[in-house]
């Protein structure tokens, strides 16, 4: 291509070089060939006046006129004019053939200038090697920069499209933090939710929550705590047509409530290590209690706080089967053993009181495998519900 302002790239001037050279070549050719022809020429014509100049001194007499024109009849004349012609020819022929030999020599000139090319030409096509491979970095890093500008786009136009689904569900639309549910309506083993938090080393807890479910048999598992060495540290379920079961460190009480009909109830636990005591409240009223339930025990810390599911191993290995289905609010955590009367205040909705360990916010509950956070009814509909 021209480069700008008309001047030529160092290509084309290279090319215009060779064809200038090579017209020059043909030329000289054609000029040797003249040359060639005049030198036969002369050679012929020098070797006919010597024989002409020989016979005239001899005394023989030439008639009539020659190739060579009209010469004087005077022998002496005729010597004189013949030598000097002859000496003429001499010197043209001498002429002549050091112009050969310059043109020869001249004509070795574009061989020298072809290896000069030569070299120009592989210097030039080195450069174009080394600024195509430049492109070809350049275009290499354009690629990765492309794709990681898309990959952030998509990530940015996904995070975007949640959003926007939360918003079009009113999912941000919470009232406050601690307004909403976690909602798991088929009985699967893949959905579920997590608290992010988790427990420390506990020797006495509260646990209290709201749960709605009609499932039958057996509404599956509101809760589990796993953690590495014992997958049912703590663990609430109701399995079958079993009895609503406690376990601690994989040691079972059952409970006496009640909860498959479909309404929302309040339900709280309570525990202590030292005796191994329990609580159980439905709707604010204490149904059961007892002792020994692994006395002694400490509840572990770091473990893995999953809603819906029981845990074989930590933070998976779900059974569909002990599955949670229905909906769960207000899931609390206190590390003591709270008084009856606040259970009975936080079951009337005449107080709200999050759990010191583990408090209901809605930055604080992830859910996966199609569950999902939904605006919750407010407690005073809850209790319209019982």
Same mark, same amino acid.
């Given at each position: 291509?021209?480069?700008?302002?008309?001047?030529?790239?160092?290509?084309?001037?290279?090319?215009?070089?060779?064809?200038?050279?090579?017209?020059?070549?043909?030329?000289?050719?054609?000029?040797?060939?003249?040359?060639?022809?005049?030198?036969?020429?002369?050679?012929?014509?020098?070797?006919?006046?010597?024989?002409?100049?020989?016979?005239?001194?001899?005394?023989?007499?030439?008639?009539?006129?020659?190739?060579?024109?009209?010469?004087?009849?005077?022998?002496?004349?005729?010597?004189?004019?013949?030598?000097?012609?002859?000496?003429?020819?001499?010197?043209?022929?001498?002429?002549?053939?050091?112009?050969?030999?310059?043109?020869?020599?001249?004509?070795?000139?574009?061989?020298?200038?072809?290896?000069? $090319?030569? %070299? /120009?030409?592989? #210097? &030039? =096509? @080195?450069?174009?090697?080394?600024?195509?491979?430049?492109?070809?970095?350049?275009? +290499?890093?354009?690629?990765?920069?492309?794709?990681?500008?898309?990959?952030?786009?998509?990530?940015?136009?996904?995070? $975007?499209? %949640? /959003?926007?689904? #939360? &918003? =079009? @569900?009113?999912?941000?639309?919470?009232?406050?933090?601690?307004?909403?549910?976690? +909602?798991?309506?088929?009985?699967?083993?893949?959905?579920?939710?997590?608290?992010?938090?988790?427990?420390?080393?506990?020797?006495?807890?509260?646990?209290?929550?709201?749960? @709605?479910?009609?499932?039958?048999?057996?509404?599956?598992?509101?809760?589990?705590?796993?953690?590495?060495?014992?997958?049912?540290?703590?663990?609430?379920?109701?399995?079958?047509?079993?009895?609503?079961?406690?376990?601690?460190?994989?040691?079972?009480?059952?409970?006496?409530?009640?909860?498959?009909?479909?309404?929302?109830?309040?339900?709280?636990?309570?525990?202590?290590?030292?005796?191994?005591?329990?609580?159980?409240?439905?709707?604010?009223?204490?149904?059961?209690?007892?002792?020994?339930?692994?006395?002694?025990?400490?509840?572990?810390?770091?473990?893995?706080?999953?809603?819906?599911?029981?845990?074989?191993?930590?933070?998976?290995?779900?059974?569909?089967?002990?599955?949670?289905?229905?909906?769960?609010?207000?899931?609390?955590?206190?590390?003591?053993?709270?008084?009856?009367?606040?259970?009975?205040?936080?079951?009337?909705?005449?107080?709200?009181?999050?759990?010191?360990?583990?408090?209901?916010?809605?930055?604080?509950?992830?859910?996966?495998?199609?569950?999902?956070?939904?605006?919750?009814?407010?407690?005073?509909?809850?209790?319209?519900?019982?």
């Amino acid at each position: 291509m021209p480069m700008q302002g008309g001047a030529l790239s160092p290509e084309e001037e290279l090319r215009a070089a060779v064809l200038q050279l090579r017209e020059t070549v043909v030329q000289q050719k054609e000029t040797l060939g003249a040359q060639r022809e005049a030198i036969r020429e002369l050679t012929g014509k020098l070797a006919r006046c010597e024989g002409l100049a020989g016979g005239k001194a001899r005394g023989t007499v030439a008639t009539g006129k020659d190739t060579m024109g009209d010469l004087p009849r005077d022998p002496g004349h005729v010597v004189e004019q013949l030598s000097r012609s002859l000496q003429t020819l001499k010197d043209r022929l001498e002429s002549l053939e050091h112009q050969l030999r310059a043109n020869v020599s001249n004509a070795g000139l574009p061989g020298d200038f072809r290896e000069v $090319l030569q %070299q /120009r030409l592989g #210097e &030039l =096509e @080195r450069q174009l090697l080394r600024k195509v491979a430049e492109l070809e970095d350049e275009k +290499s890093l354009l690629h990765n920069e492309t794709s990681a500008h898309r990959q952030k786009t998509e990530s940015t136009l996904n995070a $975007l499209l %949640q /959003r926007v689904t #939360e &918003l =079009e @569900r009113g999912n941000s639309a919470f009232k406050s933090p601690d307004a909403f549910k976690v +909602s798991l309506p088929f009985r699967t083993n893949y959905l579920y939710g997590k608290i992010k938090k988790t427990l420390p080393e506990l020797y006495a807890f509260t646990i209290c929550l709201w749960l @709605r479910s009609s499932a039958s048999p057996g509404i599956g598992t509101p809760f589990s705590y796993a953690v590495p060495g014992q997958a049912n540290e703590i663990v609430l379920i109701e399995w079958g047509n079993n009895p609503i079961e406690l376990l601690i460190n994989d040691k079972v009480a059952q409970l006496p409530l009640f909860v498959s009909d479909g309404k929302w109830h309040h339900i709280c636990v309570t525990w202590t290590t030292r005796d191994g005591m329990w609580e159980a409240f439905q709707d604010g009223e204490k149904l059961g209690t007892g002792e020994n339930l692994a006395p002694w025990h400490p509840i572990k810390p770091g473990g893995v706080l999953i809603l819906g599911q029981e845990q074989d191993t930590v933070g998976g290995r779900f059974d569909a089967t002990q599955a949670f289905v229905g909906e769960l609010s207000q899931f609390n955590i206190w590390d003591r053993v709270l008084r009856a009367q606040e259970i009975v205040s936080i079951a009337n909705c005449s107080t709200n009181m999050p759990g010191n360990i583990i408090p209901w916010v809605d930055n604080n509950v992830d859910v996966f495998g199609g569950a999902s956070k939904w605006p919750v009814e407010t407690c005073q509909d809850h209790l319209l519900d019982l």
